[in-house]
């Protein structure tokens, strides 16, 4: 399935530089996500907005700044990183209702970054 | 705090024949979800079936089935008559039902090839 597109594909940046990762979702979804996926190591949240706010940060370094400016839209802003960053970085989506849930999350095809 | 362990980091299967991945998981909960994922070389992650705890029934998808054992807190993906397309990286995620929302722990996943 698709209705979540991100960019860009791949990124390559030093680590002084500053750069954005944009996800936008079709889907009319009240939730957006960040995972980070390293090689051989699980999937790791970073951010969740619910209704357009921050609910959740997994004490996520300061150099990863998350924007949610509406429900359609995720940034992930990135500054000062480091090489150990290096990683695939992707968004999802879903519909959250107040309760449990089984609802499902759509993902993006991600942004592969590499800092150098 | 739920943790997801998928103890085959890789695995192969003859294509039109059956694959069983597997997957435990850790948790003092007796409410809960289970997914699991495929993720592609496009990598995007795609559900591929998802199990409620509390039902006794394992869950099916076409040729995609679980091995649902609770009191053993595994979780197995078996999958029949294998296809080409099958090939991809599968990720077991865990879902607890005390939160709202899509937040999963995922496991370090299986990537699985499928030989012609």
């Known amino acids: 399935e698709t209705g979540v597109t991100q960019t860009p594909r791949h990124l390559v940046m030093g680590m002084t530089n500053k750069k954005s990762l944009k996800c936008e979702q079709h889907l009319g979804h009240n939730a957006m996500y960040w995972y980070k996926q390293s090689a051989k190591k699980p999937l790791e949240l970073m951010f969740v907005y619910s209704l357009e706010e921050r609910v959740e940060n997994n004490s996520v370094p300061s150099r990863f700044s998350p924007e949610c400016p509406n429900s359609s839209h995720l940034f992930l802003h990135l500054h000062t990183l480091q090489p150990e960053d290096s990683a695939l970085y992707l968004c999802?989506?879903?519909?959250?209702?107040?309760?449990?849930?089984?609802?499902?999350?759509?993902f993006g095809s991600g942004t592969q970054l590499s800092v150098l | 705090a739920q943790t997801v362990t998928q103890s085959q980091p890789e695995m192969s299967v003859q294509e039109a024949e059956t694959v069983t991945l597997s997957c435990t998981y850790d948790?003092?909960?007796?409410?809960?979800?289970l997914f699991w994922y495929k993720q592609p070389p496009s990598r995007q992650m795609i559900l591929v079936i998802r199990q409620e705890a509390y039902k006794q029934q394992n869950a099916t998808e076409n040729r995609f089935s679980v091995n649902f054992q609770k009191a053993a807190k595994s979780f197995s993906l078996k999958i029949s008559d294998s296809q080409l397309g099958d090939a991809a990286m599968y990720f077991c995620a865990y879902r607890s039902q005390e939160t709202s929302g899509s937040r999963l722990t995922f496991g370090e996943g299986t990537q699985l090839t499928v030989n012609p």
């Open positions: 948790t003092s909960e007796s409410d809960y979800y």
């Open positions: 999802a989506s879903s519909q959250d209702r107040v309760g449990p849930t089984n609802e499902k999350l759509f």
